[in-house]
């Protein structure tokens, strides 16, 4: 019985992580749940860290797991990248918190808008929620029309969620329209139905299960959005990392590993739309942040672009994962399914990708659970919901190790798996 299995495997965790329980019972006298970041809990408890090195994470229980998460693609450098270090370290030396312009914004944006096509100008923020909330704002004011077309599962940010198929009790309340994911047709009749400001749209559906788009899809996209003058907005928060999609949107996202590891995001396109932010022209729009110029994310997204992720490093990242999702998938012999692209995936318990609008199965969860728990069993992290994103500092040895321990997983419990 696939609950028995569940049972043996939380038990295992349970008298492995002591130290993680404590913590959690502390932090729930003074945090809702013990908790400041929601999609870090899991039942009974969540793991916690205390240390992190190379491609290795060592919980408080001083059990060291391979760090297959890599902060849901913001710790792409791995924990201790010396050259990311050292950036932090020099701008620590120069002092913080200048209250005022410093040089280096327009070096980061420099790398920024070289790298990505869709980015004539930027605008850094602390977030990717805040660089899709300033994106929307640019939308809703160049086109003075109200409604945003977004797709069931898809996840923007906190305050920009629609995991469930419905904007989350604390979304922002924009005039939504909801579409589904990859549904060209429909979604083309959507578009043409409404007067659209802007498509929100991821081209690899993170959150919502590592489902890639189709090229059909974000062409029609493309060739709709221009011919309704609706600004087409990728959210590339997640898929930054990939390689370029044949499409090209008016507005697009950014965060995560962008800043070296540190809190960031940014908001880019052409000059003329850009430009309505610019402080020098009457009545542009106001775009405030304390800490959107702070040196300690400057300093490590510049080190981290100029020095360390060169296109090489990148493509061979990306390549390492669609190897490893192909040895899950042989692995996972149709009872796990793994989807994804290049060095993003998910684990899910069946044989196919499920975005998670679909509505809830109890019994997948539960195999979710027990192949969650079983890697931590076996050193591995991964998100509970299933997603790994691979850093640089994980080897081909470890996705081996991975696929090893995922493969004597499936092999162990095959009957409830089935
Ligand atoms: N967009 C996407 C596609 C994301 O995956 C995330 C974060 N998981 C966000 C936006 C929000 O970014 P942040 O957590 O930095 O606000």
């Given at each position: 019985m696939i609950e028995t299995a569940l049972a043996d495997a939380v038990a295992r965790y349970e008298?492995?992580?002591?130290?993680?329980?404590?913590?959690?019972?502390?932090?729930e006298r003074v945090l809702p749940g013990g908790n400041t970041r929601s999609i870090l809990h899991f039942d009974p408890f969540p793991l916690a860290f205390a240390r992190g090195e190379g491609p290795y994470l060592t919980s408080l229980d001083g059990d060291r797991y391979t760090d297959f998460l890599g902060e849901f693609t913001a710790g792409l450098y791995g924990h201790s990248e010396p050259k990311i270090l050292d950036a932090i370290g020099n701008a620590l030396d120069r002092g913080l918190s200048f209250g005022g312009?410093?040089?280096?914004?327009?070096?980061?944006?420099?790398?920024?808008?070289a790298r990505f096509e869709a980015m004539e100008l930027v605008r850094f923020t602390n977030s990717g929620t805040e660089a899709n909330l300033m994106a929307l704002a640019l939308a809703l004011h160049h086109t003075g029309r109200r409604e945003i077309l977004v797709f069931r599962g898809a996840y923007h940010g906190g305050v920009l969620a629609f995991g469930s198929g419905e904007p989350s009790p604390v979304t922002v309340p924009h005039a939504w329209v909801l579409g589904d994911y990859d549904d060209v047709e429909a979604t083309r009749a959507l578009i043409r139905e409404h007067e659209l400001a802007a498509i929100l749209v991821e081209p690899v559906l993170g959150s919502g299960g590592c489902i890639p788009a189709s090229d059909a899809f974000l062409a029609m996209l493309r060739e709709e959005a221009t011919a309704a003058g609706t600004l087409l907005v990728f959210d590339e928060v997640m898929t930054s990392r990939l390689p370029r999609r044949a499409v090209t949107p008016d507005l697009m996202t950014v965060g995560k590993y962008l800043a070296g590891g540190m809190s960031f995001g940014a908001f880019g396109g052409?000059?003329?739309?850009?430009?309505?932010?610019?402080?020098?022209?009457?009545?542009?729009?106001?775009?405030?942040?304390?800490?959107?110029?702070?040196?300690?994310?400057?300093?490590?997204?510049?080190?981290?672009?100029?020095?360390?992720?060169?296109?090489?490093?990148?493509?061979?990242?990306?390549?390492?994962?669609?190897?490893?999702?192909?040895?899950?998938?042989?692995?996972?012999?149709?009872?796990?399914?793994?989807?994804?692209?290049?060095?993003?995936m998910t684990i899910h318990p069946g044989p196919r990708a499920y975005n998670a609008s679909e509505p809830p199965d109890p019994r997948r969860e539960l195999v979710k659970r027990l192949v969650f728990f079983e890697l931590l069993d076996a050193g591995q992290w991964i998100a509970a919901r299933g997603m790994l994103a691979l850093s640089l500092p994980i080897t081909d040895a470890l996705c081996d190790e991975f696929a090893n321990a995922f493969a004597a997983i499936v092999a162990r419990h095959r009957d409830v798996l089935a």
């Amino acid at each position: 019985m696939i609950e028995t299995a569940l049972a043996d495997a939380v038990a295992r965790y349970e008298r492995r992580n002591p130290n993680s329980a404590a913590r959690a019972e502390r932090a729930e006298r003074v945090l809702p749940g013990g908790n400041t970041r929601s999609i870090l809990h899991f039942d009974p408890f969540p793991l916690a860290f205390a240390r992190g090195e190379g491609p290795y994470l060592t919980s408080l229980d001083g059990d060291r797991y391979t760090d297959f998460l890599g902060e849901f693609t913001a710790g792409l450098y791995g924990h201790s990248e010396p050259k990311i270090l050292d950036a932090i370290g020099n701008a620590l030396d120069r002092g913080l918190s200048f209250g005022g312009h410093n040089e280096l914004e327009h070096e980061l944006a420099e790398l920024l808008c070289a790298r990505f096509e869709a980015m004539e100008l930027v605008r850094f923020t602390n977030s990717g929620t805040e660089a899709n909330l300033m994106a929307l704002a640019l939308a809703l004011h160049h086109t003075g029309r109200r409604e945003i077309l977004v797709f069931r599962g898809a996840y923007h940010g906190g305050v920009l969620a629609f995991g469930s198929g419905e904007p989350s009790p604390v979304t922002v309340p924009h005039a939504w329209v909801l579409g589904d994911y990859d549904d060209v047709e429909a979604t083309r009749a959507l578009i043409r139905e409404h007067e659209l400001a802007a498509i929100l749209v991821e081209p690899v559906l993170g959150s919502g299960g590592c489902i890639p788009a189709s090229d059909a899809f974000l062409a029609m996209l493309r060739e709709e959005a221009t011919a309704a003058g609706t600004l087409l907005v990728f959210d590339e928060v997640m898929t930054s990392r990939l390689p370029r999609r044949a499409v090209t949107p008016d507005l697009m996202t950014v965060g995560k590993y962008l800043a070296g590891g540190m809190s960031f995001g940014a908001f880019g396109g052409s000059a003329k739309l850009m430009g309505r932010y610019d402080p020098k022209r009457p009545g542009a729009l106001f775009h405030a942040g304390t800490f959107n110029n702070n040196v300690v994310s400057l300093s490590a997204g510049i080190a981290g672009l100029r020095d360390v992720l060169t296109d090489e490093r990148l493509a061979a990242l990306n390549a390492r994962g669609d190897r490893l999702r192909d040895a899950l998938n042989r692995a996972g012999d149709g009872l796990l399914h793994t989807s994804g692209s290049g060095s993003l995936m998910t684990i899910h318990p069946g044989p196919r990708a499920y975005n998670a609008s679909e509505p809830p199965d109890p019994r997948r969860e539960l195999v979710k659970r027990l192949v969650f728990f079983e890697l931590l069993d076996a050193g591995q992290w991964i998100a509970a919901r299933g997603m790994l994103a691979l850093s640089l500092p994980i080897t081909d040895a470890l996705c081996d190790e991975f696929a090893n321990a995922f493969a004597a997983i499936v092999a162990r419990h095959r009957d409830v798996l089935a």
